[in-house]
């Protein structure tokens, strides 16, 4: 049981494993997307530069997957605690898709884009939905600008987004909780270090809980791990005082 005191601020970061709970495949497990395509060929700006047709095969393939998914009982446990606390609790997310909306999330950090959102690799245009691509397109959409629209995702190389949203709220929590994350992909494996690093009193800033079917990587950073999949764990595992 997880204590939340009226004084915690709680920092929420979700990986793939909570994706998968729902049918979307992972990048690094068993049958992971990246054992079908190397990251050279579709996960990278100078793949889009490339190949672009390649590149937006593969995320038409994942726009479909994503498309079919539905939210499960760990992301609407998240949705609830959202509620109670408000502006309390800080979620960030490492995956693509929308299953945290779906679930009745209103504020989602998305740090490597949305998969059901476009953007111009050349002008400033902000990202749009776009969910037309569910099919490889026949040409390569583009801008007004005559720039190409490409997903808006952060591929290998690029700088995640929200990064600095994202080092306040760390720096402000009392609770940091992983869920379903590796504990290799970076910066987010080292959000956990960053919260225990000590305060001005010198003591540990934060609480930290991994929930995940797996030990992560960096599981030695957490003073909590509990083992077991995310719809099973999360909806009993708060307690708010």
Known sequence: ?????????????????????????TFRGAGGLWRTYR??????PEAFRRDPALVWEFYSMRRRAAS?????????ALA????????RLFLCTQNVDNLHEQGGSARVVH???????????????????????FDP??????????????????WFGEVPFHLDEIFRALGDCTVFLAIGTSGVVEPAASFVAHVRGPDRSGRGRARTIYVGP?????????????????GEVLPNLFRLE
């Open 1 to 25: 049981m997880l204590r939340v005191s009226p004084t915690d601020r709680v920092f929420i970061l979700t990986g793939a494993g909570i994706s998968a709970e729902s049918g979307i495949p």
């Open 80 to 87: 609830q605690l959202e509620a109670d606390l408000q502006d």
């Open 39 to 44: 990251v050279e060929e579709v996960g990278t």
């Open 137 to 154: 397109p026949a040409e390569i959409p583009r801008c007004a600008c005559g720039g190409r629209i490409r997903p808006h995702i952060c």
């Open 68 to 76: 079919a998914a539905k939210p499960n009982p760990g992301h609407r």
């Open 214 to 230: 797996e030990e992560p990587a960096n599981s030695s950073a957490f003073t909590e791990c509990h083992l077991g999949n995310a």
């Open 111 to 133: 740090m490597h884009g949305e998969l059901f959102k476009s953007r111009c690799d050349t002008c400033p245009l902000p990202p749009f939905d776009d969910a037309r691509t």
